[in-house]
């Protein structure tokens, strides 16, 4: 993989600087990849980003038909990341969940097949509702769009989910 890049600076760079040749099997010049290369305050903040997130089993169903689902939850202790603010994989399995659940009352089985999320503001605490209606319906696949609110109905993200469709349940 050669090529070439200008850096922030103007210096010309090569994919070589980027680690490229790591992925070839080959040493890269003045690049040394591995945990213990870095500065013990820079190791511990690393770690303290791998974290159990949870709470995804505590959503309630408000609403539910053929593609369509509203969900809510409380943003827990559980659920945030180490920012205390709620852990963005955490919001992305809701919309999935939503969507899936959205799809799945159609009576179909289902697969995400794509996701794409939009994380607008941050919440700490309080209730959040997760809504997922489809837009479109095909033979092979469903797609929903998924909005999550907080208590003041401000708008925390929103995502685009495409479920495969399976066989008829």
Known sequence: MNFKLEGLRGEKLSGEEFGVSELRGEKSKGMELGFE???????EGLRRHVQAIGGLEK?????????HV????????????????????FLFSLCDMAAGMSTYA????????????????????????????????GRKTVVNQVQI???QNRLIATATMTMFLGDAV
């Open 149 to 151: 609110t907080d208590e």
């Open 106 to 137: 159609y009576q179909i089985l289902n697969v995400t097949q794509a996701g794409n999320i939009q994380f607008l503001r941050g919440v700490s605490a309080g209730r959040i509702c997760v809504e997922s209606n489809a837009v479109h319906k």
């Open 70 to 89: 509203k969900l809510a939850i409380e943003v827990l202790p559980e659920c945030l990341n180490l920012y205390g603010n709620a852990h963005g994989g």
């Open 59 to 67: 959503a309630e169903i408000l609403e539910i038909a053929p593609g």
């Open 37 to 43: 290369k870095f500065r013990p305050e820079i190791q």
